[in-house]
């Protein structure tokens, strides 16, 4: 067995650059001590750091352990390394969960239905079947079938369908809102197929996930049914048939409130200028974007809502305006308008999305028209 002298002979004590960095080495097959680094690196006995050369064979306590005792403290010695308590685990309290208001609308982009079949064909459901009174395609300018739609013929009569080319021009829509950076967040319609057909059609085009949600106060004025009111293809049809419906949506205005009472020409702007604002002050998700597919006076009525000329009070459309509307406002024309916040007034901006324009068609619309100032009603 070495003695202490001996051991100790071979104890290599180096004070490191830093204070508490003590460096040890010593022949542990002797000592039967065994060494481990430190987190900084430092040589550790498994029992303790030896921190003293200094050894009295001949002292009362003359043994391993005292010779392991620290050293009295000089000016030159380092400060003894003291236990750091850590600080008492304190619960973080979360912010205050303050309500943030949802964004609504920042963007509405307000646009007529596209070509509708009567207008071309009169009454082709009642021409357009085979021998066992299906439909049948008259012209190519027709659906080649109204397919998934599981509906009769003779409800198309007051409730028409969409040609080939209003797909087209419905389309054409949907990509400029792409290409502008216009897509819609959110996309409401009437509650007529042509509207449903041209808000899908559009809103397709974008390529963006979307619900339909039909609005029954964006319906044309009552005038133009006076025999008999139409009969909307049910939202349960229209589900079957592939179309992607909001059902969580709460309109404005019920269906069986249409037609319940008549209207007059005052009551017509004021549904459809509070379905308008319903729109506006829902929450919209994204960038706020929202499409409304209706009709022609709904693009009047909508420029007569929105543009801040009318703030105070909203411009009306005359029964006189609505006489020949189609023709300033034609298929797919549409108006946008934008703000940045709810306290701002909206922005029209004019011509946001490019016309469409081919041989003696353009869905450009007749500023003149659209851009009047109030009119004055007898």
């Known amino acids: 067995m070495p003695t ?40 550790r006995t498994a029992s303790r750091i ?14 391993l352990h005292t010779a392991m005792s620290p050293p009295p403290l000089t000016a030159h010695s380092p400060a003894p390394m003291t236990a750091i308590s850590p600080p008492p685990l304190t619960a973080i309290s979360p912010p205050p ?17 596209g070509e509708r079949l009567d207008d071309l064909f009169g009454q082709w459901y009642q021409y357009s079947k085979n021998k066992n009174g299906n439909y049948r395609q008259r012209d190519l300018n027709m659906p080649p079938d109204l397919s998934p739609l599981n509906r009769p013929l003779e409800e198309y009569e007051n409730d028409t369908a969409l040609t080939v080319l209003g797909h087209v021009l419905a389309q054409m829509v949907g990509r400029a809102m792409l290409v502008s950076g216009r897509s819609p967040d959110m996309v409401y319609c009437s509650p007529a197929l042509r509207c449903i057909q041209t808000a899908s059609v559009a809103a397709t085009m974008t390529g963006k996930p979307f619900k339909l949600r039909i609005e029954p106060g964006l319906f044309e004025n009552f005038d133009l049914y006076p025999d008999k009111k139409p009969k909307f293809v049910t939202v349960e049809e229209l589900k ?56 022609a006076s709904t693009v009047d009525l909508g420029y007569g809502k929105f543009h801040s000329r009318f703030s105070k009070e909203p411009r009306q459309t005359t029964p006189e305006n609505l006489l020949n509307i189609s023709i300033p406002v ?34 450009r619309l007749n500023h003149d028209f659209i851009e009047r100032n109030h009119t004055v009603q007898q």
């Open 4 to 43: 202490p002298e001996k051991i100790f002979a071979r104890l290599v004590v180096r004070r490191a650059t830093s204070p508490s960095y003590l460096e040890v080495q010593t022949n542990a097959s002797e000592t039967g001590f065994k060494t481990i680094k430190s987190d900084k690196g430092s040589d």
């Open 50 to 63: 030896i921190q003293s050369p200094q050894f009295n064979a001949h002292s009362p306590k003359s043994s």
């Open 97 to 113: 969960i303050t309500a943030r208001r949802a964004q609504t609308a920042r963007t509405i982009v307000v646009m007529r239905h």
């Open 240 to 295: 079957n048939s592939g179309f992607n419906i909001d059902d969580d949506y709460t309109p404005y205005c019920k269906m069986e409130d249409l037609f319940a009472v008549p209207e007059s020409n005052e009551m017509y702007n004021d549904r459809v200028q509070s379905s308008l604002q319903y729109i506006v002050n829902k929450s919209a998700s994204g960038r706020g974007t929202v499409l409304v597919a209706a009709h």
């Open 330 to 363: 034609p298929y797919s024309s549409n108006v946008t308008f934008m703000r940045n916040s709810d306290d701002e007034p909206w922005q029209y901006i004019r011509e946001a999305l490019p016309p469409i324009t081919y041989r003696n068609f353009s869905n």
